[in-house]
């Protein structure tokens, strides 16, 4: 299922969004509401895909969003020859919405 990134800004009871990295810098976005997730689109039914996470977040700057997190799939178990895992190997971490929220280094 989908929602546009229109609908999406003045959506109720929005938990979280999950921004996937996929293959290449390739980055979709998924919205969730305590259901299934919901894949975020352009007003033409297309996929919301930007290139880094800057852009994504630039994208979804107008989203009340009460939770942003980034999840890749590590192919590294396959790329070596391992067998097929039972569970799910994904690698999720929270997001800040504004790169200014992190301290300066020394």
Not at 11 to 23: A, E, K, Y
Not at 31 to 51: M, Y
Not at 96 to 104: A, K, L, Q, V
Request: glycine share 8%; aromatic share 8%; charged share 25%.
């Amino acid at each position: 299922m989908k929602i546009s990134l229109q609908q999406l800004q003045h959506s109720v009871g929005l938990t979280r969004v999950v921004i996937h990295s996929l293959d290449f810098s390739i980055y979709l976005a998924y919205a969730e509401f305590g259901g299934d997730p919901l894949l975020v689109t352009e007003a033409d039914g297309k996929p919301l895909r930007t290139r880094n996470i800057t852009e994504m977040k630039q994208r979804l700057a107008a989203v009340p969003l009460p939770a942003l997190f980034l999840r890749h799939q590590s192919a590294y178990d396959e790329m070596i020859g391992q067998p097929i895992r039972q569970g799910d190997n994904g690698l999720e971490v929270p997001l800040s919405r504004d790169w200014g929220d992190f301290p300066e280094g020394d």
